[in-house]
T-cell receptor, first 110, second 116 residues
Framework: AQRVTQPEKLLSVFKGAPVELKCNYS??????LFWYVQYSRQRLQLLLR??SRESIKGFTADLNKGETSFHLKKPFAQEEDSAMYYC????????????FGTGTRLAVRP | DAGVIQSPRHEVTEMGQEVTLRCKPI?????LFWYRQTMMRGLELLIY????????DSGMPEDRFSAKMPNASFSTLKIQPSEPRDSAVYFC??????????????FGEGSWLTVV
């Protein structure tokens, strides 16, 4: 069965510090991985997809198939980055479902 | 496109009452998903449709919950009778197929339900 694990419920950092939000997955086959962000009381928004290999708002994530990880990183955190971050996975063997991790709340302190 | 549209945005109802949540997916999207978000359980997939047909409803918590998609531009999630433990944010989301966005799912703003 597919699973997404985000081990940290809360990550608190100071402004300007590096950020790494961890995401590990289990999946049989080639997964497609996403990071979604949810600002306070707003909808979930796509932050980035691994297939795009893009950087959005300074965030990047690299798929490491050997470690089955898709950690989200940013070299210098900003206060406006404070939000809930969800890692998600889909793939052919999961039908069309997108499975989410439990989320990590990032709090960036001034 | 205005994105995924949900109504009502907020609802407070008494235990035992019927609750109906509505969703209009993005035009042209043929997948529609209903998720529930709570502090305790995070995001849970309740049910999803493809071309208006329910594909997987294994996440629907119990018979009190039902969902329909009578056409490509409208879906409902109904709770009857409602209970306090149903209090949550219910998100609707939609996705296209074979489009530039690939498997990206787009979410509505959610319906905040409180059952007292």
């Amino acid at each position: 069965a597919q699973r997404v694990t985000q081990p940290e419920k809360l990550l608190s950092v100071f402004k300007g510090a590096p950020v790494e939000l961890k995401c590990n997955y289990s999946y049989s086959g080639s997964p497609e991985l996403f990071w979604y962000v949810q600002y306070s009381r707003q909808r979930l928004q796509l932050l980035l997809r691994h297939i795009s290999r893009e950087s959005i708002k300074g965030f990047t994530a690299d798929l490491n198939k050997g470690e089955t990880s898709f950690h989200l990183k940013k070299p210098f955190a900003q206060e406006e980055d404070s939000a809930m971050y969800y890692c998600a996975l889909t793939g052919k063997s999961s039908g069309d479902k997108l499975t989410f991790g439990t989320g990590t709340r990032l709090a960036v302190r001034p | 496109d205005a994105g995924v549209i949900q109504s009502p945005r907020h609802e407070v109802t008494e235990m035992g009452q019927e609750v109906t949540l509505r969703c209009k997916p993005i035009s042209g999207h043929d997948y529609l998903f209903w998720y529930r978000q709570t502090m305790m359980r995070g995001l849970e997939l309740l049910i999803y449709f493809n071309n208006n047909v329910p594909i997987d409803d294994s996440g629907m918590p119990e018979d009190r919950f039902s969902a329909k998609m009578p056409n490509a531009s409208f879906s409902t999630l109904k709770i009857q009778p409602s209970e306090p433990r149903d209090s949550a944010v219910y998100f609707c989301a939609s996705r296209g197929q074979g489009s530039y966005s690939g498997n990206t799912i787009y979410f509505g703003e959610g319906s905040w339900l409180t059952v007292v």
